[in-house]
């Protein structure tokens, strides 16, 4: 079945340092890629997705990249910043419902 | 943009009490719904799939005279917990379903009720 593979955190950076949390996936078919990102306290905030190999999502200086050869969607961000911190998810839906990684934990401290 | 709610936010109840939350969309109309649940640091599990007008389909080793989903309109779905433990106390969220024009379909997420059974 379908699986999301992501790295487990937490991850704690210094203001302005560059970030990655490695995702993989496992799927059949050509399933659509999504990062989430939850906020303490809060639901789940689509941050960017893509939806066919090659896409590159991108959203508030977030990137991630749809790799089908490597089957992966690293999110990225150059420079983050004291309210990045948040639960990052990774998200894959070949169709609906989507299937969930374990979230990366992100603090950015100032 | 497309956006769900849900009520209540947070709730406390005694033990073998129940439980009703529930989920809205609120400018758009949603034939399927999800419930999730969210354990602490944990990432989230679905529960059931929500079908406006039919029986929810509950997910593997979800009890579902325990977790009774109701989707009444293309607008309200909700999960009631029956008889409520403090095993139950969890942070509930749901997600409806948007079909967009090119027949795409994306989930958008209610904020989450955080529940507490004493």
């Known amino acids: 079945g379908n699986s999301v593979t992501q790295m487990e955190g937490p991850v704690t950076l210094s203001e302005e340092a560059f970030l990655t949390i490695n995702c993989t996936y496992t799927?059949?078919?050509?399933?659509?890629l999504f990062w989430y990102v939850q906020y303490p306290g809060e639901g789940l905030q689509l941050l960017l997705k893509?939806?066919?190999?090659?896409d590159k999502g991108s959203n508030k200086g977030f990137e991630a990249t749809y790799r089908k050869e490597t089957t992966s969607f690293h999110l990225e961000k150059g420079s983050v910043q004291v309210s990045d911190s948040a639960v990052y998810f990774c998200?894959?839906?070949?169709?609906?419902?989507?299937?969930f990684g374990k979230g990366t934990r992100l603090s950015v401290i100032a | 943009g497309a956006v769900v709610s849900q009520h209540p936010s947070r709730v406390i109840c005694k033990s073998g009490t129940s439980v009703k939350i529930e989920c809205r969309s609120l400018?758009?109309?949603?034939?399927?719904m999800f419930w999730y649940r969210q354990f602490p640091k944990k990432s989230l599990m679905l529960m059931a799939t929500?079908?406006?007008?039919?029986?929810?389909?509950?997910e593997q080793g979800v009890e579902k005279d325990k977790f009774l989903i109701n989707h009444a309109s293309l607008t309200l779905s909700t999960l009631t917990v029956t008889s409520a433990h403090p095993e139950d106390s969890s942070f509930y969220i749901c997600?409806?379903?948007?079909?967009?024009?090119?027949?795409?379909?994306?989930?958008?997420f209610g904020p989450g009720t955080r529940l507490t059974v004493l």
């Open positions: 893509a939806t066919k190999a090659d």
């Open positions: 929500s079908n406006e007008g039919s029986k929810a389909t509950y």
């Open positions: 998200a894959l839906s070949g169709n609906t419902p989507l299937v």
């Open positions: 799927a059949t078919g050509y399933p659509s």
């Open positions: 400018d758009f109309q949603a034939t399927t």
């Open positions: 997600s409806a379903t948007l079909t967009g024009t090119s027949g795409y379909n994306e989930q958008f």
